[in-house]
C-alpha cells in the first residue's frame, strides 16, 4: 500500500478533482484526508495513482510507502502506546491517519523501523 500526497488550494474543487481523476483510473482510496494544503490517500498502486494525476495536470503529488498496524480501538490509549513506540525507536513520522479497516497507515522515514517499533 502507498500514502500519495497531493498539494491542494481549494480543498473542496480540487479533491472532487483528484477523486473523479482517481476514480476514473480504476483507482480506489482505502483511506486517507486532507490536513492544512495537503491531501494524503491510502492507495494499492501508487505508480497508477501519480500517472493518473500527472495525466490530468497535477502536479506535485508524491507516492511513498506506508506501515499498517492494527488499532486496538477498545482500548483507550492505544494510539498514544504506538506513537510513544514509534518516538522511542526515533521514527519520523511525517502522516497518519486511519484507512476503512481502522488500521493506523503511518507514512514515515524508516518503514523496517516503525515496523520493529510496532511489533
Given at each position: 500500500m502507498n500514502d500519495i500526497s497531493i498539494p491542494v488550494q481549494d480543498i473542496a474543487a480540487d479533491v472532487a478533482r483528484i477523486g473523479r481523476v482517481l476514480g476514473s483510473a480504476g483507482v480506489g482510496l482505502e483511506g486517507g484526508g486532507v490536513w492544512g494544503d495537503v491531501a494524503h490517500y491510502l492507495v494499492e498502486d501508487g505508480e497508477a495513482a501519480l500517472r493518473a494525476l500527472s495525466t490530468a495536470g497535477i502536479t506535485g503529488a508524491e507516492?511513498?510507502?506506508?506501515?499498517?498496524?492494527?488499532?486496538?480501538?477498545?482500548?483507550?490509549?492505544?494510539?498514544?502506546?504506538m506513537m510513544t513506540e514509534l518516538a522511542a525507536a526515533r521514527v519520523?513520522?511525517?502522516?497518519?491517519?486511519?484507512?476503512?479497516?481502522?488500521?493506523?497507515v503511518f507514512v514515515v522515514d524508516d518503514i523496517e523501523g516503525a515496523r520493529r517499533a510496532l511489533g
Open positions: 507516492s511513498r510507502g506506508v506501515v499498517l498496524a492494527a488499532l486496538p480501538a477498545d482500548r483507550p490509549g492505544a494510539l498514544g502506546r519520523s513520522v511525517h502522516a497518519q491517519y486511519s484507512d476503512h479497516d481502522n488500521r493506523k
